[in-house]
């Protein structure tokens, strides 16, 4: 345990911030816990009680630390408080039989909460469930030093508990669900001329422009959850040869039946092989290349595929409407989408739709999960010119919310992982010897 006193003010003690450190246990559990009370002190003048209750960890000094406050339930002394989840982890690190202690106090509006008495019990006491095992005396010590009759303040009755296992995104990829990642490019004219060093697109023979690098800092690491390798790479907002058509969902490879490139150098290469033929123009249009994905989403939605969508652009969008609606359209599958955006361009549209801040909407509709994440790529260019450590960085960000948007679509849909093959084992060959 460490102690620190901050100083704040010259000559003034600002109070002290008391850190606790502590291994954890490695058990993934969770609890889903409901909690009643009967007959609990009166505490307030007017009315009756507003109890809460506070849950505290006792750590391996001895001290407590609290884990969960309950709701307050107003105005009665036989409260039922709604169930509640926390994990085995905070709850006691595992140890089943740590003291857990439970405080029951009266809130009031300035603060000062009356402490109405509290009890102990233990994880392993609380598996029990619902039993006369899990009906506990609320004690006010000083109460019963002071009064004879005193038996005690109300009690308190675990009405259920329920154990959870948690699951995480690599139990799913262990139980074999494929994540099938697709690359979409902006070919618009607002990027610059791919022959001038001013343009995002430049094809500068010593080194990777700024979406070159951006493929290949995100591309190296997901292809790694990618089974084949094989990758649809798409462009939009260009003029396609030999008519000048423009399209806002081409092949990079010029295969529309198969746009698949192998590995992110397969990518590469598409990428630089279409920069050399096709016409940048215009305008940003993202929704047809969300749409082109959303489609094979919605053909399995069992949680076998989940699908990733990469749209390297300089920001400049042209379909607002239409791309938040198939945003929304798109939470409803088992799909992601990240948005990097490259150039010196306000970003203010793509904060928009990346959705930390307000989720997004349409005609009324919100988004039933998050999934878009977005990040400027130039807050990961290194000054010091060190691009193997900013664009690792880049790649972290980038894929930050991708475990938990998945396991978000697998928990709203009730999918639960298929368990892992066994570890291969080589057959053993026994060697035969004549005598």
């Not at 009759?149 to 494929?178: A, C, H, R, W």
């Not at 150039?343 to 801040?357: N, R, S």
């Not at 994440?373 to 691009?387: K, L, M, T």
Request: net charge neutral; glycine share 8%.
């Amino acid at each position: 345990t460490e102690v620190f006193v901050r100083v704040g003010i010259p000559g003034k003690k600002c109070g002290t911030v008391i850190v606790t450190a502590e291994e954890l246990g490695c058990c993934r559990d969770s609890v889903l816990m409901q909690f009643c009370a009967n007959k609990l002190d009166k505490k307030d003048f007017f009315g009756k009680s507003d109890p809460f209750l506070v849950f505290h960890r006792s750590n391996e000094d001895g001290s407590f630390t609290i884990c969960h406050k309950t709701e307050v339930v107003k105005n009665t002394l036989n409260p039922v408080w709604q169930a509640f989840k926390i994990s085995v982890r905070a709850l006691c690190n595992g140890d089943y039989d740590r003291t857990i202690k439970v405080e029951v106090y009266d809130w009031d509006r300035d603060g000062s909460h009356d402490f109405i008495g509290e009890f102990t019990t233990s994880y392993r006491e609380l598996s029990r469930g619902q039993s006369q095992f899990n009906v506990y005396e609320v004690i006010n010590p000083k109460k019963k030093g002071k009064k004879k009759k005193y038996v005690n303040s109300g009690t308190v009755t675990l009405l259920s508990f329920l154990i959870e296992t948690e699951v995480s995104f690599l139990d799913y990829i262990k139980g074999g669900t494929q994540i099938n990642f697709t690359v979409a490019i902006d070919f618009t004219a607002s990027n610059g001329n791919p022959s001038q060093p001013t343009s995002l697109h430049y094809m500068n023979p010593y080194q990777l422009n700024a979406y070159g690098m951006a493929l290949r800092a995100v591309g190296e690491i997901i292809q790694d959850y990618d089974s084949d390798k094989m990758f649809p790479a798409l462009g939009f907002g260009a003029r396609l040869p030999p008519d000048g058509r423009v399209s806002h969902e081409f092949a990079l490879n010029g295969n529309p039946q198969n746009p698949y490139c192998h590995g992110i150098d397969g990518v590469m290469e598409a990428y630089y092989r279409s920069l050399k033929s096709v016409q940048l123009y215009g305008p940003t249009n993202f929704a047809p290349v969300i749409n082109h994905v959303a489609r094979y989403a919605a053909s399995v939605k069992d949680g076998s595929q989940y699908f990733v969508l990469l749209i390297v652009t300089d920001g400049v969008i042209s379909d607002m409407a239409q791309t938040k609606e198939s945003i929304v359209n798109a939470s409803k599958l088992p799909m992601s989408i990240i948005i990097v955006g490259v150039g010196p361009a306000e970003f203010d549209a793509m904060e928009e739709l990346d959705g930390d801040v307000v989720r997004i909407s349409s005609r009324g509709r919100f988004a039933e999960r998050d999934i878009v994440q977005f990040v400027p790529f130039r807050d990961y260019i290194d000054r010091s010119g060190n691009h193997v450590l900013s664009m690792a960085r880049l790649a972290k960000d980038v894929l930050a919310e991708i475990p938990e948007q998945f396991l978000s679509y697998m928990r709203v849909r009730g999918i639960k992982p298929s368990p892992a093959p066994p570890p291969y084992t080589p057959p053993i060959h026994v060697l035969q010897t004549q005598i």
